[in-house]
Nanobody, 127 residues
Framework: QVQLVESGGGLVPAGGSLRLSCVFS????????MAWFRQAPGKEREFVAV????????YYADSVKGRFTISRDNGKNTVYLQMNSLKPEDTAVYYC????????????????????WGQGTQVTVSS
């Protein structure tokens, strides 16, 4: 049974930084692309960032490009999201997600194509 557990959320002032972590268990972590999504109150879940199985390919939403960095440590079965220069509009529940399709399939930003999700961690950026 695949499980994803996020941590690292919290309250931070605008301009601050946070690092989110997501620990994966239940399958071979290094085989799968991992992504971060977020959902603000009253809004749909939106794509933030994705990284392929090896870490050699990444893709970011325009809204976070240059401020957020996705990374992974396959030895620790963990994916990270480093968030810098945070803005109030970054306030949301952040979710990590695992894409269990074969490793060479093209990276996707579509939430419905991800197979497993964490429970989410709240990030609040004060103005």
């Amino acid at each position: 049974q695949v499980q994803l557990v996020e941590s690292g959320g919290g309250l931070v002032p605008a301009g601050g930084s946070l690092r989110l972590s997501c620990v994966f268990s239940g399958r071979t972590f290094s085989s799968y692309a991992m992504a971060w999504f977020r959902q603000a109150p009253g809004k749909e879940r939106e794509f933030v960032a994705v990284m392929n199985w090896s870490g050699s390919s990444t893709y970011y939403a325009d809204s976070v490009k240059g401020r957020f960095t996705i990374s992974r440590d396959n030895g620790k079965n963990t994916v990270y999201l480093q968030m810098n220069s945070l803005k109030p509009e970054d306030t949301a529940v952040y979710y990590c997600a695992a894409d269990l399709r074969p490793p060479r399939v093209r990276l996707t930003t579509t939430a419905s194509e991800y197979d497993y999700w964490g429970q989410g961690t709240q990030v609040t950026v004060s103005s």
